[in-house]
């Protein structure tokens, strides 16, 4: 279980991910890539070509086709469902594009979701999740249903809930997608903080400009690897007037792919 | 995850839809509720007539001629399975020589014969005549508890008569304690006084309280004179014969004395020579024994009824559960990607459906308590909580919870997470 400071966080090996819909669908055909610890990057690419699968595969909810994926030192094919289940609730942090709070839940209890899971005490996970939210800007927001809150109030919850077990790895699956600009910018802002603190982000979306927050981007496109850039913070990052302007167009775009 | 959180989580999600887990909830009431009321009704019943069978007649023995049947060591009671000797059956038989024994019995209190007066065919007082029947007992039929007014006649005194309330109340005018009687026995006329008014007698099958309509004379001089006779094989004269005794016992020595009866009248009696087939002894214990298990038949039956309306309201946890999985197809899925396992999905919700049943015993139970205690109150009878029936019900509630809910508990858990995160 435990990796030492170099090992790569994720590891992806030659990994091919086929669907039998029909006749065979190959959504990943030959992937190597590996993510540091602390290291934020972006896997960018249109619908279908392949980005979702390789989120799943990383995120320990589906399996490899063949090949490995190895998440914090864990071979996730050969995790039984149940230690799939415990690797997900520990050492990956999920972010949705719709946020995807437990809706009779609070958002104190939202946070709390995995460490509940994980079997913390009641009082440790309250003090925990209170932490977080206040963290989040939602200090005063603990007791709220996720219908009480708008939709970059929910997003911040989920971010939270993502730190609450301070895993690893954070995956984040266009975290702006359904959120206006201002609150997009925020949103960018605090995986940013959470990947200034060490934890290592990999952020999913299908637009330029969000995936220039992180520090590499990798192209998929068609099941394979395109390319990968190294982005260059020439000016600081997340100026909120700088992101608004430039996410403007998304919104629509968004829209037409919500998985 | 912890099962307190887990409980914790269940209930929010059934308080999340109060009307649909209400609505559940009422099948599982009406099926637990039907089973509480049969059963509190049911057990009411049985407790009262038991009990009021038992404090007059716990320590009686009763003694017939004949085999009727009444194994006492099959416990069961009714129609016997075989008949036994049924021309042998209440044939006069029980001599004065056997009640003379059996009164000096260890163990016996009294011995009080009964039989009716065949040649009797009415009664007169006062210019008014109504058909009666006249049986012929002992002073020992009348213990002090059954005299509503006067006291028992004396055996020997052709002159006195006791009868039942209801036997009085059959004259116009309040026949009662002093007023003279005429009784026509065949040819002739007796004239008695009315000693005494009891609510009933001992000695007869009186199963559910004392609503015989009675006269009673005593044996000496009526049954010696009127009544049937054998031959006593062990005095060799002809005697009075009786087809029924019944023997008060020490209470705390029934069961002994009845087989002490029982050996005397195989072994020496007169009535045990004269009848074919001897004559059967039954405790009154033992009946009460069999009509307990009769009745507890009864509600057993009736109960399994109630069962019915718990499958119906079962089939009801079980498709709102299902309908409930599909909707939160996506919060399993949420629940998935934040680690919760198989089991814990499964556990939530079951322990949904469980809540469910539970809540329907916990509503159903007092509800069918009360109209258990109404339809008691409406029979008369004493209210008895069935407390063996309440913890039958709620374990009930539980179990159909478990039953209802374990399929699409199953199907939750087997949801796959990322369908289940792109499920809107």
């Known amino acids: 279980m435990a990796t030492s400071p170099s090992d790569p966080v994720v590891s992806i090996d030659n990994v091919r991910k086929e669907y039998q819909l029909g006749g065979t669908v190959t959504a990943l055909d030959g992937v190597d890539l590996l993510f540091e610890p602390g290291s934020y990057t972006a896997v960018m690419g249109p619908s279908g070509s392949g980005k979702s699968t390789l989120l799943n595969l990383v995120g320990a909810l589906d399996t490899p086709t063949s090949g ?15 230690e799939r289940a415990a690797l997900r609730g520990t050492r990956i942090g999920f972010i949705f594009q719709t946020f995807n ?3 009779r839940l609070t958002a104190v209890e939202n946070v709390a979701l995995p460490l509940m899971f994980a079997e913390w005490s009641r009082s440790r996970r309250r003090e925990r999740a209170e932490t977080l939210l206040t963290d989040v800007g939602l200090g005063d927001r603990f007791d709220h249903l996720p219908q009480e809150l708008s939709g970059g109030q929910r997003q911040r919850v989920a971010i939270a809930r993502a730190l609450s077990s301070d895993p690893e790895l954070i995956l984040a699956d266009e975290p702006t997608g359904n959120v206006d600009t201002e609150t997009g910018a925020e949103i960018m802002s605090l995986l940013r903080d959470a990947n200034d603190r060490g934890n290592a982000v990999l952020l999913v979306t299908h637009e330029r400009r969000i995936a220039e927050h992180a520090d590499r981007i990798i192209n998929v496109r068609d099941g394979v690897v395109e390319g990968i850039e190294q982005v260059e913070h020439t000016r600081p990052v997340g100026t909120e007037a700088e992101i608004g302007e430039r996410a403007v167009g998304a919104g629509q775009e968004t829209t037409g792919e919500t998985r | ?3 307190r959180d887990g409980v914790r989580i269940a209930l929010r999600s059934l308080t999340g839809h109060r009307l649909r887990s209400a609505l559940t909830v009422v099948g599982i009431v009406i099926g637990i509720g039907t089973v509480i009321i049969f059963a509190s009704f049911g057990t009411s019943v049985q ?10 007649a716990a320590s009686e023995i009763l003694v017939v001629t004949g085999d009727v049947g009444l194994d006492p060591d099959d416990g069961s009671f009714g129609p016997p399975p075989s008949p036994g000797n049924l021309d042998s059956f209440a044939l006069p038989g029980v001599t004065t020589h056997d009640l003379e024994q059996l009164r000096d019995t ?3 209190n009294a011995v009080i014969p009964r039989a009716e007066l065949d040649a009797v065919t009415a009664l007169e007082y006062d210019g008014q005549r109504q058909p009666q029947t006249v049986i012929a007992t002992s002073p020992s039929a009348f213990p002090e508890d059954n005299i509503v007014r006067g006291q028992s006649f004396e055996q020997g005194e052709s002159d006195q008569m006791v009868m039942t309330e209801r036997a009085a109340a059959a004259f116009e005018g309040n026949l009662s304690v002093n007023d003279t009687v005429t009784i026509e026995l065949g040819e002739e006329n007796k004239t008695v006084e009315v000693v005494g008014i009891v609510s009933q007698a001992r000695g ?8 015989s309509t009675e006269a009673y004379v005593p044996t000496e001089p009526y049954y010696q004179e009127y009544g049937e006779t054998v031959r006593s094989p062990s005095q060799g004269v002809d005697q009075a014969a009786y087809r029924q005794v019944t023997l008060v016992a020490e209470p705390d020595r029934v069961t002994d004395t009845s087989s002490t009866v029982e050996t005397y009248f195989e072994q020496e009696s007169d009535a045990g020579q004269v009848i074919d087939g001897g004559v059967t002894v039954q405790s009154a214990a033992e009946i009460v024994d069999g009509i307990e298990e009769v009745l507890g038949d009864i509600i057993r039956l009736v109960s399994g009824i109630g069962l019915l309306a718990l499958l119906v309201g079962a089939f009801g946890i079980a498709n709102i559960m299902l309908v409930s ?5 996506k919060e399993i899925g949420i629940m998935k990607a934040n680690g919760a396992r198989n089991r814990a999905v499964m556990g939530l919700f079951l322990a949904e459906a469980v809540m469910l049943g539970l809540a329907g015993a916990v509503v159903g139970i007092p509800a069918g308590l009360a109209v258990g205690y109404g339809a008691s109150a409406y029979a008369e009878v004493g209210f008895t909580v069935p407390y063996g029936w309440i913890l039958v019900a709620t374990l009930m509630g539980i179990a159909t919870g478990v039953v209802s809910g374990l399929y699409p508990a199953w199907r939750a858990a087997r949801v796959d997470p990322i369908d289940a995160l792109r499920y809107e």
């Open chain 1, 68 to 82: 490995d994926v190895i998440v914090a030192g864990e071979n996730v094919a050969r995790l039984s469902e149940t």
């Open chain 1, 101 to 103: 709070l437990m809706p």
């Open chain 2, 1 to 3: 995850m912890k099962s």
């Open chain 2, 47 to 56: 407790t009262d007539v038991v009990g009021e069978f038992e404090d007059t």
């Open chain 2, 106 to 108: 260890d163990g016996v």
């Open chain 2, 204 to 211: 007869g099958l009186n199963l559910v309280g004392g609503f």
């Open chain 2, 325 to 329: 999985v599909t909707e939160r197809t």
